[in-house]
């Protein structure tokens, strides 16, 4: 069976897809969008996702393209119809069709939207992770508002495409003053030489990713402590462990940084016990 997609309003085959050449999602990059994983056929950490759809829309001043309650009625079907159990589901909201002008079109157009769902193998997602995955650090190139979800993602996909032209999964980049902002697609974290785990604090130019949030509160949970401050990479490079979180990757282990082994060059306990006590929560809270 062929996957289904949603495109504005519709249920076609996503081999026939398609959008309005005058997309400006597709032709100025004026679009957000958000990844839930999917667990059992149920979204998790929905609302975090949703809520941070909102505030997209909101920073872009794109016009919300319908209820949470419609949103998700239309996500469901297209749950339903690709028949995935465990998998992603992409929705992308883009300011819709209009004569190419990089200012906002003058007579308001409805929202282009689009949702896609597929397939992840969790058995093969848990052998990676079992295995853990390699990093490259690259100098931090994107623009000033990373707290939007936006589809203009070109500086990631050229260091995503560094990263796997080294051998790696994930590319963390590296602001002017030194430290380690994020990953392409991910929140980066350490256990650093002391103990402590750390990732960078919401208020610096990162993505406030919905995983990081839910594990912080997992990590509170059982009695731990997250230590929000920027590392470098020479701390990520004498690091216990480090790891990755995001609606893809969920936790994943961080074996090497540049060719380096981080710890023993294997996943560490603490990432490894964080990535089962995530699932588990993220399953018992999904919906
Ligand atoms: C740049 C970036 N940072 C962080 C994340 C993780 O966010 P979340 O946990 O909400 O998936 C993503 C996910 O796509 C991302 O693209």
């Known amino acids: ?24 999602g597709l032709q100025l990059a004026d679009a957000v969008y958000e990844v839930w994983a999917l667990f059992d056929g149920r ?38 119809r690709n028949r995935v159990r465990d998998g ?17 079109p003058k007579t308001p157009t409805p929202p282009g939207v689009i ?4 397939a992840v193998d969790r058995a093969a997602a848990e052998a990676k992770a079992a295995k853990g995955v390699g990093a490259v650090t690259t100098p931090e190139n994107r623009w000033g508002r990373c707290d939007i979800k936006s589809v203009s993602l070109l500086p990631n996909v050229l260091a995503r495409q560094q990263a796997a032209e080294a051998g790696a999964a994930e590319a963390w980049f590296v602001d002017d003053l030194g430290f380690v902002t994020e990953g392409a697609a991910s929140n980066a974290w350490i256990v650093d030489a002391d103990g402590r785990l750390r990732t960078r604090d919401t ?15 997992v990590i509170r949970d059982v009695g731990m402590v997250v230590d929000e401050r920027p590392f470098t990479p020479a701390d990520a490079y004498a ?30 306990p603490v990432a490894t016990r964080l990535r089962s006590l995530y699932i588990e929560r993220a399953k018992a809270t999904a919906i």
């Open 43 to 80: 979204l998790a950490d929905a609302e975090g996702h949703f809520a941070r759809l909102n505030r997209s829309l909101g920073e872009l001043r794109i016009a919300e393209p319908m209820s949470r309650a419609a949103l998700t009625v239309v996500i469901r079907e297209a749950i339903r």
């Open 239 to 268: 690091a216990k462990e480090a790891f990755m979180t995001g609606a893809g990757a969920l936790v994943t282990p961080i074996v090497s940084l540049d060719g380096r082994p981080i710890g023993d060059g294997v996943p560490g």
């Open 88 to 104: 992603l589901v992409y929705l992308q909201v883009s300011r819709g069709v209009a004569p190419r002008d990089h200012a906002f």
């Open 203 to 217: 208020n610096a130019n990162i993505l406030r990713g919905i995983t990081r949030f839910t594990l912080i509160d």
């Open 1 to 24: 069976m062929g996957r289904i997609a949603y495109v504005n309003g519709r249920f076609v085959r996503q081999a026939e897809a398609c959008v309005h050449i005058e997309d400006r």
């Open 115 to 118: 949702v896609t769902v597929k």
